[in-house]
Structures are given as C-alpha cells and as structure tokens.
C-alpha cells in the first residue's frame, strides 16, 4: 500500500477531491440554459455517431457486392465505430460529458455523477438523434439498398443462442462503462499524472476493441440507442424480436461495471474495509 492509499484507509485528508453526488431529482435544472445545451449536444453527437457509423456498415456491404474483397471490413468497422466515439467525446465532454449512449448514461446515474432529469433528457435524447441519424443513412443509401444490407439493424447472429447475444452484449458494455469510470477518475488523475490519459482515447480504444469480439455475435450493440435508431428506421421482424437484449444486456452490464469500480476498487469497499479493521481492532 503507498503512502497517499495509506493515508485515505486511515481517515486522513485525501489528495484528491471526489465531487458531490448529484442530487436525484433536481429541479432547478429545468430553468437552466446549460441543461438544454447539453441535451441539443447529446442529440446532435448521437446523431452524427449513428449516421457515420452505420453509412460505413451499409458502404462496405454495398462495395462487397461486386468486389468480393472490397468495403471496410469487420476491421474497419470497428474502427468507425470506435474512432466516431473517440471524435464526439473529445468535442463534448466539456458541454454535455460525451455520454452519446444511455448505457454509460444509467451508470453514471447510479454513481451519482447525473441527476434523474439530465439523466432522462439525455436518453430521450440520445434516441431521437439515433433515429434521424438512421434515417438519414437511409435518405442517402435509399430506400431498397438500405433495406437491403439490413439497416444497420443489430440482430442476433445464426448458430448463437440468445443467452449467448446477451452475455456479449453485458460483457461488452461493462468493458465500456467501466474504462469511462478509470478513465474520468479524478483519484487517477491526481495519483497518476505521469500517465497522460486524454479520457477520450482509452473510452474510444474500449468501443473498438469490444467492437472486435462481439460483431460476429450480435453486430455490438452497447448502446441502446445505435440499437433502436436503426431498428425504427428499418423496422423488420428480425430486429425488433432480438431488440429486448440490445437494451437488457447494456444496462446490465454498465449496473455491473459501476458497481464494481464504485464499491470495490473505489470509496465504497475502502471505506467498508477500514471501518471493519478499525472494528476488529478496537475489540482486541
């Protein structure tokens, strides 16, 4: 244990400063410019994240079709996604905080880093801005090719079962949620600040990696509203059956990272720990 981890299990003063817990409701927010900045910022960035995104998906199996070995490939893919997320992050965290997906959204909900009114109008947002993103891949792709190449819809993919889509989908999201926690830690940022970390870059790197793994599987959802734009837009049968697990799986996932950075590696078991040693201790 160093020295300034030593200090904070002992109750001494903390080198760093946690902020306060947003209150659960609150709302003065309402009557606040900021607030709705940052709701036309969450729209706008989940618009532009979907339109990109799933133009690259819809371009490369257009191009495949008549060059076998042409498109951006899974590779590519990956890359738009996670690049797109590193971009929008980077442009948004000082207004909004660069959440563009509910999922990281409902876990900073629960850690208390949002109120539940910012937190519901950046979901509504985020959703709506998926939607017209979707439908304007479809405006420019048109109609028949956009149908085509399935939308950009996520869809359980053959020979997987659905507990496995699920798995992929809670696994994915918690890799995801839990790198914005390490990433935005104000206790790393003081502790380690001779590891430059740009919080954009490594939540970016997280989108592409889980990307990698889970396309083969379900298409990556991870973010339920990548995941209902396309579904509303191309609006089959298929998609909609598999749509429960693009939005149980991430929300599942992101309880479980916050969970685990808050309570185990964070305040929560630290504190936990040293009031039980402190405890036993006193009783010998």
């Not at 954009?200 to 592409?208: D, E, M, Q, R, S």
């Not at 990696?209 to 995941?227: F, Y």
Request: charged residues 15%; proline residues 5%.
């Amino acid at each position: 244990m160093n020295p300034s981890e030593s200090m904070e299990a002992a109750g001494g003063k903390k080198d760093y400063k946690d902020p306060a817990p947003a209150p659960l409701v609150n709302a003065g927010e309402l009557g606040k410019w900021s607030l709705y900045r940052a709701v036309i910022t969450e729209f706008v960035a989940t618009l532009l994240f979907v339109y990109v995104t799933l133009a690259t998906v819809i371009g490369h199996k257009r191009q495949s079709e008549s060059q076998p070995c042409g498109g951006a490939g899974v590779l590519g893919i990956a890359w738009s996604f996670g690049g797109m997320i590193f971009v929008l992050v980077y442009c948004t965290a000082g207004v909004s905080g660069g959440h563009v997906n509910p999922a990281v959204t409902f876990g900073l909900l629960l850690a208390r880093k949002v109120s539940l009114v910012r937190a519901a109008l950046y979901i509504v947002a985020q959703c709506l801005g998926a939607i017209c993103g979707a439908g304007l891949v479809r405006a420019f792709h048109g109609t028949s090719s956009y149908l085509r190449h399935g939308g950009g819809a996520n869809e359980l993919a053959a020979g997987y079962s659905k507990g496995a889509g699920l798995a992929a989908e809670i696994v994915g999201t918690f890799v995801l949620v839990y790198t914005v926690f390490s990433a935005t830690d104000p206790k790393r940022k003081v502790r380690d600040t001779h590891v430059p970390v740009l919080a954009p870059l490594p939540i970016g790197f997280a989108v592409f990696m889980v990307h990698l793994a889970t396309i083969p599987i379900t298409g990556t959802g991870i973010n339920p509203a990548r995941s209902l734009g396309p579904a509303v837009v191309y609006n089959q049968r298929k998609a909609w059956e598999d749509h429960w697990m693009f939005w149980v799986g991430p929300l599942i996932g992101s309880a479980a990272a916050m969970v685990y950075h808050q309570l185990v590696l964070r305040a929560g078991a630290a504190k936990a720990f040293a009031s039980w040693r402190n405890n036993n201790h006193t009783g010998i």
